[in-house]
């Protein structure tokens, strides 16, 4: 690329409200680093963006539908023609569903296209049991993927994926988080939460089906002196606060709205523990590596998580948590009493936690992200 004077102009595309996509924000701040012009494109959603502001320029999509087909359909057409009618240097697709117009434009314009796989979208379980929505979307990824020259994913299994289905071999950015060592933990009185209770999180922006969170809340209803916090978004929700209406149990458990990183960790700091309970019912779940599980370890708590491998790998490594064969309550259960009466257990693998957030912070990853795109502008 020749671009000796000019700032380049990098445009991230992402179906969801930008306020809260953690990796796009940090992959954004970092390209920016480099001397670049960021402009960041996703949805409007209500309060979210009437309250909540990034620190780039931002295009956010008003849209008629928010979800299926049509949502999909209209928001991939506008995207096309906005990156048609502005000029960008680089256009980065953050998973498959804003892949297709982004590649259409880098042809047309002839410029760089970088692919970010948040997850191995064509695996996620809302696919599940919708042969044509998935077919559609395979349709997509198997036409474009091939060709593509800059691919990024989140883990070394769902890389793997892609290079035995399509022989390319896509770089692993984890969602690694930044250190939070400057953010102070809420007070538990603030937070509504008794002083000696072992207090749990439960955070993320897909608190969704088959994440465990059902399962959470009977094992905090069939657990003394616990408190749970749930702090985010997701399809579950309503149920999870349906539950914990029904079974009295708003003295124990508490609900936060999706948050600013900073506000989040302030909540997340403040918790004994976190939980991370993904089951294994999809591929995309099998081989993920949440945001939360690294928000966790920067905030220096113990993990209590089920047996998925890339999740497994980094709780043995560096022993910060503790693994439970199966996502059930009384497993969770047992793993709650198992911190809550073992205080020199908990301080051990919190004391683990900051030892592990100083190896594993985006601050040492965002390395890769910086040689991609010195690499990208070089060309």
């Known amino acids: 690329m020749t671009h000796s004077t000019a700032r380049i102009n990098v445009a991230f595309s992402v179906t969801n409200c930008i306020c809260f996509d953690q990796r796009v924000l940090k992959m954004a701040e970092t390209v920016s680093s480099l001397g670049c012009e960021i402009t960041i494109i996703g949805r409007k959603r209500g309060e979210c963006c009437q309250k909540n502001s990034v620190p780039f320029s931002a295009k956010r999509f008003r849209m008629l539908f928010n979800r ?29 569903d804003t892949l297709l117009p982004n590649y259409l434009i880098s042809r047309l314009r002839k410029v760089p296209l970088v692919y970010d ?33 800059h691919i990024i994913t989140v883990s070394d299994s769902i890389a793997k994926l892609y290079q035995d289905e399509y ?71 309503p149920e999870l606060k349906s539950m914990v209406y029904e079974n009295d149990l708003s003295d124990k458990i508490r609900f936060f709205p999706a948050l600013p990183w900073d506000d989040l960790m302030k909540i997340t700091k403040s918790a004994d523990a976190g939980l991370c309970l993904e ?26 998580t089920g047996s998925l491998p890339e999740i497994t790998k980094i709780v043995e490594s560096y022993n910060c948590g503790i693994r439970i064969p199966e996502i059930t309550p009384d497993e969770i259960s047992k793993a709650i009493i198992k911190l809550r009466d073992n205080p020199e257990l908990l301080s051990k693998l919190k004391q683990n936690s900051v030892s592990a957030s100083e190896t594993l912070n985006w601050k040492n990853e965002q390395e890769k992200v910086i040689s991609l795109y010195r690499k990208i502008l070089k060309e």
């Open 68 to 96: 299926g087909f049509l949502f999909y359909k209209f928001f991939n057409i506008r995207l096309f023609f906005y990156l048609l009618f502005n000029r960008f240097d680089i256009l980065v697709a953050n998973d498959l």
């Open 167 to 237: 022989g390319l071999l896509p770089v692993v950015i984890r969602n690694l988080s930044p250190s939070s060592q400057r953010i102070s933990a809420s007070g538990r009185r603030e937070l509504g939460i008794k002083d000696d209770n072992l207090m749990l999180i439960l955070q993320g922006g897909g608190i969704n089906i088959d994440k465990g969170a059902e399962e959470l809340i009977e094992a905090v209803r069939l657990t003394e002196n616990v408190s749970l916090m749930i702090a985010g978004s997701g399809d579950v929700l």
């Open 117 to 149: 796989s948040h997850e191995y979208f064509t695996g996620v379980p809302e696919l599940n049991g919708r042969p044509f929505v998935k077919w559609v979307w395979k349709s997509v990824e198997r036409t474009i993927l091939p060709v593509l020259k």
């Open 279 to 304: 089951k294994d019912t999809n591929i995309n779940y099998r081989f993920s590596l949440p945001n939360k599980l690294f928000d966790y370890i920067s905030a220096g708590i113990p993990v209590i």
